[in-house]
Every structure is written in structure tokens, then in C-alpha cells.
């Protein structure tokens, strides 16, 4: 090789080191930031985030499993749309809601509490993700198959390190210490007495929780499945676009990742997701001024399960930190 080429070569090879320094510092930084977030709110964090245009991550804790709490929701309707585009089931089609479906947390619960309910399988899944409704998410749970079809669909689309196992019914019975019995899981909460329960025994109900695999998963795995949603990977186009737009209408959460963004500049479709101490927010921000994508988990476990606040204000604090790292720093490759 001539001696100008090959010293060409050397310069390209030596800026391409220093633009790989400097990113690393970059990222360093950023981590730095996100740890201290949650020190500052007394959380343990695990954050996934990925850019989707350049493929630079940022990684705290992301192969830490989490309690997945409602953000479970997501692939449920994933798969749900899935079943859908391979025809086996249909967005019109109407699915009864039966007395004894009736779950806590739930606007058809307070809304319609007497039989005569159906709904179609695509309003089922809008209340599941827009407004987060537990009874809305079992019956969809039910028409789908189960948790065990969900979890086999995920490992058969490739993603490893998150499980779907039970409805909510029966998560919330078996955080709780409640019994399965045939009564809806609403009428069962109304007959508990909670005089007695003191901050001890929700914490020791949340550490059985901490402890128990089921229903758990990564910030990696669930960025992992998001990015496919967002690039039509695992649906077809027409479906994987019934998903975003439902993500996109989510109207819990506003003091967590949508908290600190800039208000009505920035598209952000998400799912949020609360058992215990564990407080979740997971979505894609779509950044300004063609910037691309950033598609982020973050997952958050307390020390006290009643101090839901600590893991909101350390999840607004992560997203815009998050933000701010994507939009303003240079993800062009070194020429």
C-alpha cells in the first residue's frame, strides 16, 4: 500500500477511534445522570433505551428483571393482533363481559357493574392500553388464549426475558394473599378489610411479588418488542399501525415519562404500569426536527410501596434525560 493511503487510512481509522471515545463518553455520562435520578428518588432503575435511526443505546440494569405490572398489556394486544392478521380472530367481532369478570381498577367496572356487555375485540384492547382497564385487559386475556400463548408467541418471535402468565384478577389475588374463587375479583376487594393492614404487610406482599418470576421481564426484552412493533417485524403494516395509534391515545401517566417532555412538541406513545412499589413507563418518543425515534423501558423498584411518587418523579427525570442525550447529540458516522 502507498504511503499517502496508507497513512489515509491510519487518519480514518484514528477518527473513527475518537468519535468512538468520545460517544462512550457520551454515554458514560448519560448513565451517570440516569443513576443518579434514581438515587435521588431512592429507586433501583433499569432503563432501555434505543435510538432508532442510528442504533445507539443507553443500558442501565436493562437485563434486570422487573415485575412487568400493567405494561404486560402490551404484548397481550401485540399478540392479540397478530391472531388477528393470521385470521383467527377479528377487530369487529363482539366478546361478552361477564359478571364475574369484573375487575379492580376498571372504568367498565364502575361504569357497567350488571350483565349485558359486549365489546368489540379492538374497543377491548383500546380500554387495555388508552385507560389501562384490568377487566377489559382479562376478558382480552381469555379471548387470546392465556398467558401461555402470549409468552410462546414472544419466544417464538425471538424475544427472550419476559413472560406473561396470569390476568390481572389473579395477579392482583396472588399480591394480595387473596384466594381464586369463582366471584369476580372486584366483588372479593369490596369484602376485604383493610383496617387492619399495616405499611409492613404491603411491603412483605411486595417482596413475595419481587421474588416470584411470573410476570416479569427486562427493560432489553421490552424494547426489544416495541422496536419490532414500531418496524412492522412482528405484525403486518396494517396492523402494527392499529397498535401505535392506540399507544399513541395512552391517557395514564402524565407525570411520568410525558412529565418533563416538551408539552404538545413531542409524539409519545406509551404504556405505564404500577403493582406495589414497582412503577413502569415504557413507549417510543418520536424527537423534533427529524431527529428519528427513541423507543425506551424504564422500570423502577421502591423501597416502600406506597411511595409511588419516587418512582414517578425518577421516571419524568430519566425520559428527559433520555431526550435530551438523543436529540442533541451528533448520531452521524464518521466519514
Known sequence: ?????????????????????????????????????????????????????????????????FPLASTYKVPMAAYALHLVGEGRLSLDQLIAVE????????????????????????NLMEATLIQSDNTATDVLFRTIGGGEAVTAWLADSGI??????????DLIRDYMGIPRVEASMARQYEA??????QEADWNRFYQALLS????????????????GLWQDAYLDAEHGAT????????????????????????????KTGTLGGTVNDVGVMTLPEERGAVVLAVYTRGTSTLDVEAGERAIAEIGRTVYDYFLFSDDRDPQ
Open 160 to 169: 427472550s426475558g419476559m413472560r406473561v402468565d396470569r390476568n390481572t384478577a
Open 243 to 270: 397498535l401505535r395509534d392506540i399507544m399513541a391515545r395512552c391517557l395514564t401517566g402524565s407525570t411520568r415519562l410525558s412529565a418533563r417532555l416538551p408539552a404538545q412538541q413531542l409524539p409519545l406513545a406509551h
Open 1 to 65: 500500500m502507498p504511503i499517502r493511503r496508507r497513512n489515509r487510512f491510519a487518519f480514518v481509522i484514528l477518527l473513527m477511534c475518537l468519535y468512538c471515545a468520545a460517544v462512550q463518553a457520551d454515554v458514560d455520562t448519560v448513565t451517570a445522570e440516569i443513576e443518579r435520578h434514581a438515587a435521588s428518588a431512592g429507586v433501583f432503575v433499569g432503563v432501555s433505551a434505543l435510538h432508532l435511526p442510528s442504533g445507539r443505546r443507553i443500558q442501565v440494569n436493562a437485563e434486570e428483571a
Open 212 to 227: 416470584d418470576p411470573r410476570d416479569q421481564g427486562t427493560p432489553d426484552a421490552m424494547v426489544t418488542l416495541l422496536t
Open 192 to 197: 376485604l378489610d383493610f383496617d387492619g393492614l
Open 99 to 122: 359478571p364475574d369478570d369484573l375487575v379492580i381498577s376498571s372504568p367498565i367496572t364502575r361504569l357497567f357493574p350488571h350483565p349485558g356487555i359486549r365489546l368489540s375485540l379492538l
